[in-house]
């Protein structure tokens, strides 16, 4: 993880437990897991982000915490048959949910996928999966901790926290980090 995508959660988990418990209905950034605690097997990317914040609500999004990441691979079972996910279970990890969705990552290349709420089917009904991000980092800054938010997520309290924090509009480095999708 970049360092200024770990600062940048250091940040944001100080102002958000400054305003506690106000803020745990929509949002709470857990301090880092050990790193021994961390199965071995996991992207390296996953596993730099349970370092640094091991577990995380961010409005729409919920990222489990190590001991709640087995918990969400059963999404991988039941993903739509187009996919291939369930196919080949063992290049994907589900690393968590957007909206009670899946977000996966794809082992062998980092990149980050979802079925994109173009339509009102279940998720599992969909016919769109796409990789909306080349890597876990990209991911994070931009539609979690950024102006990507709104795109894929809510105008929600967590949204209306970024903005608070000048994160909602894309600025110079923003727009060289935006992934394509």
């Known amino acids: 993880m970049n360092p200024e ?34 199965p071995a097997d996991l992207p390296r990317s996953v596993r730099d982000l349970l370092e640094t914040a091991d577990g995380m609500l961010a409005g729409a999004f919920d990222l489990p915490s190590v001991a709640h990441l087995d918990d969400i691979q059963y999404y991988i079972a039941q993903m739509p048959e187009f996919t291939g996910v369930a196919d080949e279970p063992a290049e994907w990890l589900v690393f968590g949910t957007l909206s009670d969705e899946p977000l996966l990552i794809r082992r062998d290349s980092g990149a980050v996928w979802y079925l994109p709420a173009e339509t009102t089917d279940e998720w599992f009904m969909r016919e769109l999966f796409l990789d909306v991000a080349p890597d876990l980092d990209s991911f994070l800054g ?40």
């Open 142 to 181: 931009y539609y979690v901790f950024g102006p990507g938010y709104a795109e894929i997520g809510a105008e929600d309290r967590w949204w209306a926290f970024l903005g608070e924090q000048g994160l909602t509009t894309p600025g110079d480095e923003d727009e060289d980090r935006q992934p394509d999708g």
């Open 5 to 38: 995508l770990r600062e940048l959660i250091a940040e944001l988990r100080a102002d958000l437990e400054a305003d506690r418990p106000a803020t745990l209905a929509w949002a709470q950034i857990n301090q880092g897991a050990p790193a021994d605690e961390i």
